[in-house]
């Protein structure tokens, strides 16, 4: 029996020389699910292990990532963009701002004196109507700021990336299920509640994460983390309004 990819001798499962499966069925409804779960979400490599590990013991499975067990994961980039691409949509479709339409209005409002939204800067109107490429953008800045909050732990810039990065699409997860609750229940109280819940999910990842030392200090390193990442978005904010003036 030959290869029906390459046409080379089979030996086993899988071909010695291109490594397609020795199985190849006929294309039906269940190939074609299995090819969408594999090519699209990679569901059979990860997604729904990561989405699972990353809401039942975040910080080990971070921890298990970072040391090499990678295998069962979802890729980072691919994770976030998923997540934060759904979160935009069900806002959109629900008739809701995300999280970052309001603080980039809010900030911009405030750091140029304007009195209305549509005033506010058009680079700063793209990072509000783009969510899913501006928590990729704002990644960096998150993770500088837990990277100096925890520098004593080891890990190096990059290392808090690809934790933040994680930390990032399961708070997309967390945001698109509290703009579905308030498109059905039309309760506006959810939203400051949605905010909370993502924040609190981050103390839960790094009271995880780093288990080692002083776990008050660690608390206080997690809010230190959110003064840094504070400091850095109105700065952000502040550069944005000058370069909208040139």
């Known amino acids: 029996m030959n290869c029906r990819n390459c046409g080379y001798p089979l030996a086993g499962n899988f071909c010695s020389n291109c490594g397609q499966s020795a199985k190849v069925n006929r294309i039906n409804l269940t190939t074609v699910l299995h090819e969408l779960s594999e090519g699209v979400f990679q569901v059979n490599r990860g997604f729904f292990y990561t989405l699972k590990a990353l809401f039942t013991r975040p910080g080990k499975s971070l921890q298990e990532y970072l040391n090499g067990k990678r295998k069962d994961h979802f890729k980072p980039v691919a994770y976030v963009l998923t997540w934060s691409t759904l979160y935009f949509l069900i806002a959109q479709l629900s008739g809701q701002n995300t999280w970052i339409d309001d603080l980039i209005t809010g900030w911009m409002n405030g750091a140029a004196g304007l009195d209305s939204a549509s005033a506010v800067p058009k680079i700063a109107t793209w990072f509000a109507k783009n969510y899913a490429y501006t928590s990729l ?110």
Request: charged letters at 10%.
């Open 137 to 246: 953008l704002l990644l960096p800045l998150f993770s500088l700021a837990s990277y100096l909050s925890f520098s004593k732990f080891g890990k190096n810039f990059l290392e808090h990336l690809v934790v933040n990065t994680y930390l990032t699409g399961q708070q997309a997860i967390i945001y698109a299920l509290f703009a579905i609750g308030r498109a059905v229940t039309g309760w506006e109280i959810l939203e400051p509640f949605s905010l909370l819940t993502a924040i609190g999910y981050t103390f839960w990842v790094f009271w995880q994460f780093f288990s080692e030392g002083n776990r008050i200090m660690n608390i206080l390193r997690t809010l230190l983390t959110y003064v840094w990442y504070l400091i850095f978005c109105v700065g952000l904010s502040l550069l944005l309004v000058l370069i909208d003036k040139l």
